[in-house]
């Protein structure tokens, strides 16, 4: 399958600029660049999208460029938000630029990486005016969507700091345009806006033709995009959202949308997905694409080594195979289950359930492990006399996972 014709299938194609660039990407040779905005320390799973389209094209024998924003970054894309966005500390934003630039590379092995303060910060504002700014109107710019947006709103506005984010954008392309020879900018849909206008920047003064592509924003099942500023952001660095909970936020991937995570973000044939996607069509309980996904893309971010990790944790959750997991994995599975600490002597069954919050009193405790609904480290506990002692009944010597049912977990720590 060609290049573009897979990426149309693929579904990552939403809009681009010139009717020959199809051919073009088939053909290869092209040098393609993605900007990232380092208003974190750490890239999230929405922009794992464009980092896999700088892979596709690589692997189709393009040269890729991944931009970090040190000087955009200090002043924020106004695109997608209906706020101005708070200016970072320099030292916050240099140390943004070293997360996400670590990332990159892993993710992008050979491709070449460039960080815009190194020509933003250097040019002078009446230098800028005269050479970029001149180009355009005011009326051009304000009918951007994602400038216009900003000004529909009663409460809203846009400062002219951010104003000003699409033509250091569009100078961007201008300036590895004329170091690298790139000539094709990739974003997402919402990128649109300041791609049209470095494109058309680069006619104006070199008289050159280049090109743009967006894709698709990456929505979960409720249409919502994923965002740095969104709760419970799923993040790429394993210190902010570990392999585990990485791996399970894929399997918990809706029917709606996991033929379309296994399109953007895995580099399965097209037969296998087509068959992953009738597997939910016919036997959704299975969750077969889900689990599929989950390995795929905790491989490609984390590696096989924890993916596999990942899944035999989700493996044996509730069975008495808990045992079997390291002690790091065990602390990422419970990371947010409630916890306590004990002293390590011996402690009441009865006394840690109440202590817990799993049991209200000493009767509802004793009325639980007589209903069988009470486990130790994933074992049924039917004496409500017994007592965990740390020495025996601990995992890793220091640890027990007290369950009620199915879904109430708490793990205690013997210190």
């Not at 709760?231 to 709606?256: I, M």
């Not at 602390?331 to 402690?347: G, N, T, W």
């Amino acid at each position: 399958m060609a290049l573009f014709e897979e990426l149309q299938w693929r579904g990552l194609v939403h809009d681009h600029t010139d009717p020959v660039l199809p051919q073009r990407l088939d053909a290869g040779g092209l040098t393609a660049y993605i900007g990232f905005d380092p208003s974190a320390d750490s890239l999230h799973i929405g922009h794992l999208l464009q980092v896999c389209n700088l892979r596709r094209l690589q692997e189709a024998g393009h040269r890729v460029i991944a931009l970090a924003g040190g000087a955009t970054g200090m002043i924020g894309d106004p695109g997608g938000k209906s706020e101005e966005r708070n200016l970072l500390p320099p030292a916050v934003l240099a140390a943004n630029l070293a997360g996400i630039r670590s990332q990159l590379a892993a993710l992008l092995p050979g491709a070449t990486f460039e960080d815009n303060a190194d020509w933003l910060r250097g040019m002078g504002v009446l230098e800028f005016l005269r050479d970029v700014g001149k180009h355009f109107t005011v009326n051009q710019m304000v009918a951007k969507e994602s400038v216009r947006t900003r000004f529909e709103g009663r409460d809203q506005g846009i400062s002219f700091t951010e104003f000003s984010y699409m033509l250091l954008q569009a100078y961007d392309f201008l300036h590895l345009h004329d170091t690298h020879g790139c000539n094709l900018q990739l974003g997402a849909s919402d990128q649109w806006g300041n791609i049209t206008l470095g494109i058309e920047l680069i006619r104006k003064v070199r008289g050159a033709t280049v090109f743009g592509l967006t894709t698709p924003l990456v929505l979960k099942a409720d249409g919502t995009k994923f965002g740095k500023s969104e709760a419970g952001t799923v993040w790429l660095d394993p210190a902010r959202t570990s392999p585990y909970h990485f791996f399970q936020f894929l399997v918990r991937s809706e029917d709606a949308v996991v033929g379309s995570y296994l399109r953007y973000f895995t580099w399965l044939p097209r037969e296998r997905i087509e068959e992953l996607e009738a597997a939910v069509a016919d036997n959704p309980e299975r969750r077969e694409a889900q689990r599929v996904l989950a390995w795929e893309v905790t491989a490609l971010v984390h590696s096989s080594e924890e993916a596999d990790r990942a899944r035999h944790a989700a493996s044996v959750l509730f069975s008495e195979k808990i045992a079997e997991l390291d002690e790091r994995t065990l602390l990422d599975v419970f990371a947010d289950a409630p916890s306590s600490e004990l002293p390590r002597q011996p402690v009441p069954l009865i006394e840690a359930l109440v202590a817990s919050g799993l049991a209200s009193s000493n009767s509802d405790a004793r009325r639980q492990v007589q209903a069988g609904g009470v486990y130790l480290n994933n074992r049924r506990q039917t004496d409500a006399e017994a007592h965990i002692d740390p020495a025996t009944a601990t995992l890793h010597g220091a640890y027990a996972v007290l369950r009620r049912g199915k879904t109430h977990h708490h793990l205690l720590r013997f210190a």
